[in-house]
């Protein structure tokens, strides 16, 4: 039943693809206005033109940033509360691996993990 989100605000990250881009098609078409954020602006681009040509224009905002980035991740807050005002729902799908055998990581990769998926 479409509507169940309906006057919710909700923030995706790892929005552009996969999960997350199914994710925010989803919130949406249930009534939630969407912040949806990633590194990978082009994905962003598709996903909004996705929602607006399905439910109309300012349903969705995209905000293309590094969630492994400390400064960027709080930006995704201020971006939200601008646009839509209260937040309703948090959804933290952005996720990252290194491909290669365990040991060949290094320190850094680790910590790459470990900022973007915690």
Do not use: Y
Not at 15 to 40: K, M, N, P, Y
């Amino acid at each position: 039943m479409p509507g169940r989100l309906e006057g919710k605000t909700a923030i995706i990250t790892g929005a552009a693809g996969g999960i997350g881009s199914a994710t925010a098609r989803l919130f949406c078409h249930e009534g939630a206005r969407v912040l949806a954020s990633d590194q990978d602006e082009a994905g962003l681009q598709v996903l909004t033109a996705a929602i607006n040509s399905d439910q109309g224009a300012g349903r969705v905002h995209t905000l293309a940033v590094d969630i492994g980035d400390e400064g960027a991740a709080a930006s995704i807050m201020g971006a939200a509360e601008t646009a839509f005002g209260a937040l309703d729902v948090l959804v933290n799908i952005a996720g990252m691996r290194l491909h290669g055998p365990l040991a060949d990581a290094t320190a850094a990769s680790w910590d790459a993990i470990w900022r973007v998926n915690l």
